[in-house]
């Protein structure tokens, strides 16, 4: 329907004559059009029927950056051109950027300072929960046990499926790649040694507190993250309600029992994974399974085990927590915080298992 | 309940909508006119907005016709209905601005989306011209959602809204948490857009001043029906409880002693 006539004169540069629609239908191209025609240019408008804002603005950032004339416009679209005129007024689409090496140390600067805060923040906010657990001392009435009863069941009873599962696999692959490599000196015998000591060691404790970082310090930070953008965490303080007590005590106090728990059913587990493929792969009955296990681990390597979980535990609440609070805006930031809160909760834990290791062996726990 | 010569723009016929036993609403008609702003008024609950969701096709009705811009909307497929929401531009309540873009990236959204052939500087001057006449100065372009306040939140979803030059704008409470200077200009900026581009406008509000500032006609929500749809002075002349309670109520008279020509001239 819209056909434009295109006519270049010798003389007086050339005329652009719309006809039919100018609107953003055919934007693109009557930019383009526009473009390849030489200076000085006259734009006809007399055969124009429809103009919408795009269009007018399109006549007028000719009219502007190339000086050109418009003839026959019809009162509507004059008055158009000037309303379009008006709220002439550039706005940057995207933040200023500094380029290249700046922005790249100023990145490195950032980040250094966002470590430096994360750090004494999480201080901080541990700190911000001893008082809260004074408080909670001195006043148990405060007490929320509605609230830790149910973290209970979500951070415990509900783990106890997909950390059991996970713990019976591991337990068999241990089994089954330890023989493989024992084999080879006929040492086959010491499967048994290998899965019982590197459970109750390390890997019950470690493996349940990667599930539950994945599984609880996740949730913590997102359902702490979205009471914050909601407003829900503003509110409880202003009715007198202190959000550590109500919210961040209940799911310390939950993944501090829970661990141990958990961590101890993760080896038993385990240990079941590796009894049943010693049991079908190599014929060592149950009940020389369970007496070899009795001889072979000592009951240090238990405690070393349980009392690693709490503290596991601990720090994954914690910096769920932390990281729910520091939520601020958009959604999006719900979920960078739970993010960072699981990798930051898992790479604690292991730092955490490497000190462990080196004070449990000083002190004579081998 | 239609003024003479009115072309429908909208037009809703037996529009019946449930979630569970509760029934939001039944053989629900409703006309919205070329050129004309149509304010929506009711009380909470009676279903505003799920009506705003229905005509815009975010919610498919249990029963009832619905015919916007011509074009039946029921049963659409996806790409038929996309040549529909070309034409029409949406403000939510709460701006519903993508949180990750800036706000002339937003404006940019629908541009992008239905015209990539557009020039980027085009495009970015196009975006500048939106957000000025949505009433934002241009510092407010590279701003994300977070930093801007409820107001400004409010006119960068209008010029969202208006990217496409729509026929027909929808606005959910636009007035609503601002204060009552914001919310005047807004009335004015939605007035004077609609004399400059000719759009047409319905408007859910609960804003009287709103109303008696910017509606050609007002529609009533109740009993889950439109129970009357005309000027205000034709709504008061009506004597259902609920009308004359809303206008003539405390925060009622106080707006309409702000508009008193409207008022008066009803009684001319």
């Excluded at chain 2, 037009?11 to 569970?20: D, I, K």
Aim: negative net charge.
């Amino acid at each position: 329907m819209a056909d434009e006539h295109i006519s270049a004169g010798a003389t007086d540069g050339s005329v652009y004559r719309v006809a039919g629609g100018l609107t953003i239908i055919r934007a693109a191209t009557t930019q383009r059009e526009l473009d390849a025609l030489p200076d000085p240019l006259t734009i006809d408008l007399s055969e124009v029927e429809r103009m919408d804002t795009v269009g007018a603005w399109i006549i007028y950032r000719t009219v502007r950056d190339r000086g050109a004339k418009v003839i026959g416009a019809s009162r509507d679209e004059v008055s158009l051109l000037k309303q379009v005129a008006d709220f002439d007024k550039p706005a940057r689409v995207i933040p200023e950027q500094p380029s290249g090496a700046v922005r790249a140390l100023t990145e490195l600067g950032e980040w250094v300072v966002e470590a430096g805060r994360t750090l004494l923040g999480l201080l901080g906010f541990f700190g911000a929960t001893l008082i809260a657990f004074a408080a909670v001392i001195k006043r148990p009435r405060r007490f929320r046990v509605n609230a830790v009863v149910q973290r209970f069941d979500v951070v415990g009873v509900r783990a106890l499926g997909i950390i059991g599962l996970m713990s019976f696999l591991i337990g068999i692959v241990i089994a089954q790649q330890g023989s493989v490599q024992l084999a080879q000196f006929g040492a086959e015998v010491y499967t048994i040694n290998l899965i019982g000591r590197i459970t109750a060691r390390e890997l019950g404790t470690l493996m349940t507190a990667i599930m539950v970082a994945g599984r609880s310090g996740s949730a913590f930070a997102a359902q702490i993250g979205t009471m914050k953008i909601t407003e829900e965490i503003d509110a409880m303080r202003t009715i007198g309600v202190s959000p550590v007590e109500a919210l961040v005590i209940p799911r310390l106090i939950s993944a501090v029992v829970m661990m141990p728990l958990l961590a101890f059913w993760s080896m038993l587990l385990t240990l079941i994974g590796g009894g049943m493929f010693v049991w079908l792969s190599l014929g060592i009955p149950p009940i020389t399974y369970i007496q070899r296990l009795q001889e072979v681990i000592p009951l240090t390597d238990l405690w070393v085990g349980l009392i690693k979980a709490p503290v596991f535990g601990f720090i994954i609440a914690l910096s769920g927590c932390f990281q729910g609070m520091l939520v601020q805006g958009d959604s999006e930031q719900v979920g960078t915080r739970t993010t960072i809160a699981v990798v930051q909760s898992i790479f604690l834990v292991i730092v955490l298992d490497a000190v462990f290791a080196v004070f449990f062996s000083n002190i004579g726990w081998i | 309940m239609t003024p003479p010569g009115c072309q429908p723009v909208i037009e809703v016929r037996g529009l019946r909508n449930s979630f569970g036993d509760q029934v939001v609403h039944d053989d629900l008609d409703l006309t919205v006119c070329r050129g004309e702003i149509l304010g929506v008024v009711g009380g909470s609950g009676t279903g505003k907005s799920v009506l705003l969701r229905s005509i815009i096709g975010l919610q498919t009705p249990d029963a009832g016709e619905i015919c916007v811009l011509g074009e039946d909307m029921i049963g659409r497929n996806e790409d038929e209905a996309k040549n529909i929401r070309r034409r029409w531009g949406i403000l939510f309540q709460n701006g519903a601005l993508f949180s990750t873009l800036t706000v002339a990236e937003n404006v940019e959204v629908p541009l992008r989306e239905y015209f990539p052939h557009i020039q980027p500087p085009l495009l970015d001057e196009i975006a500048s011209y939106k957000i000025a006449m949505g009433g934002l100065p241009p510092d407010a372009g590279p701003k994300y959602p977070s930093e801007l306040s409820g107001g400004m939140v409010k006119r960068a979803g209008l010029a969202r809204a208006l990217a496409l030059d729509p026929e027909l704008l929808f606005l959910d409470e636009p007035t609503s948490g601002l204060d009552p200077m914001a919310a005047a200009s807004f009335d004015e900026l939605i007035r004077s857009l609609k004399e400059r581009l000719g759009l047409t406008v319905f408007l859910i509000t609960h804003d009287l001043d709103s109303l008696y500032a910017v509606c050609d006609r007002v529609a009533v929500l109740a009993d889950r029906k439109v129970i009357a749809v005309g000027t205000i002075p034709e709504l008061l002349a009506l004597d259902h409880p609920w009308i004359q309670e809303y206008f003539n109520g405390p925060r009622g008279r106080a707006a309409a002693l702000g508009h008193e020509d409207i008022v008066e001239h009803s009684k001319a």
